[in-house]
C-alpha cells in the first residue's frame, strides 16, 4: 500500500539548511500495522507528514494505493488525505464546542457528504468505540481516554484504507494507552492499514513490523511474530 523510495527532506532554518530525511526507503503492505520508532527530533515527524500527504519529499517518491503523490499540487493532496488516511493525534485535535458526534462528522462535512449520510456514518464510528452514549457531550465532559476515541471514530468515519497513529498514546497512561493500542489492533485486524508513530519502544513492538528511524535515516524492515 505504501512504497517510499530514496525520500529526503530538508529545511531552510536561517542561513543552515537541516536535514530531516535522509535517502529514506521502506514499504508497508496492504493491512499490516507498522510501527515508525525513534526519539524526538529522529525525523519520525516529517516521515508522518510525508505518510500523510502534508507535505512532499525534496528527492526520492512516495507511492499510495499504486499512485505517484511526491509530486502532487495541494489540491490532489487534500483529496488524497480527505479520502484515503485518517488521522489520530496525540493532542486529539477535538474542537471544544462541538459535540463528539459533531467532531466526528466535521470531515464528512469537508468531503461534502449530505447531512444524513455524515450523521449515520459519525454514529456508527462512535458506537464502535463503545461512545454510543456519548455522543452529544463535547470534550471538556469526556476523559482523555474518552477524548482519544472520538479522535479514533473520527478517523474512521470515513472509512479509509490507512490510519495514522502520530504518538496516540503520549498523552495517556499505561493503562490508557494500552486499551487504545488494543483498539488500533482491533481495527487491524479488520484490514485497515495502520501505520504508529511512537518513541515507545514496548508500544512500537506490538505492531508486525517495526522501522527504526535516527537522525533522518530509517533503518532495515523489522519483522515481529
Not at 471538556?140 to 504518538?167: F, K, M, T, Y
Request: net charge negative.
Amino acid at each position: 500500500m505504501i512504497r517510499i523510495e530514496h525520500m529526503s527532506k530538508f529545511y531552510q532554518m536561517g542561513e543552515e539548511t537541516v536535514t530531516a530525511l535522509q535517502d529514506v526507503s521502506l514499504h508497508i503492505l496492504p493491512g499490516e500495522l507498522t510501527a515508525i520508532v525513534g526519539p524526538s527530533g529522529s525525523g519520525k515527524s516529517t516521515l508522518m507528514n510525508m505518510i500523510g500527504c502534508l507535505d512532499v519529499p525534496d528527492s526520492g517518491q512516495y507511492f499510495l494505493d499504486g499512485k505517484n503523490v511526491s509530486r502532487m499540487d495541494e489540491n490532489e493532496l487534500a483529496d488524497i488525505r480527505n479520502r484515503k488516511v485518517g488521522f489520530i493525534f496525540q493532542q486529539y485535535n477535538l474542537l471544544p464546542r462541538l459535540t463528539a458526534l459533531e467532531n466526528v462528522e466535521l470531515p464528512l462535512l469537508y468531503r461534502g457528504l449530505p447531512a444524513a449520510e455524515r450523521r449515520e456514518k459519525a454514529q456508527a464510528a462512535l458506537a464502535r468505540m463503545g461512545l454510543a452514549d456519548r455522543m452529544k457531550h463535547r470534550p471538556a465532559e469526556l476523559s482523555g481516554g474518552q477524548q482519544q476515541r472520538v479522535s479514533v471514530a473520527r478517523a474512521l468515519a470515513g472509512e479509509p484504507p490507512l490510519l495514522l497513529a502520530d504518538e496516540p498514546t503520549g498523552a495517556l497512561d499505561s493503562k490508557t494507552s494500552q486499551a487504545l493500542m488494543d483498539i488500533l489492533l482491533e481495527l487491524n485486524q479488520s484490514h485497515i492499514t495502520v501505520v504508529l508513530i511512537t518513541h515507545d519502544l514496548d508500544i512500537a513492538r506490538q505492531a508486525k513490523v517495526i522501522y527504526r528511524i535516527a537522525d533522518g535515516f530509517i533503518g532495515e524492515r523489522e519483522v515481529w511474530s
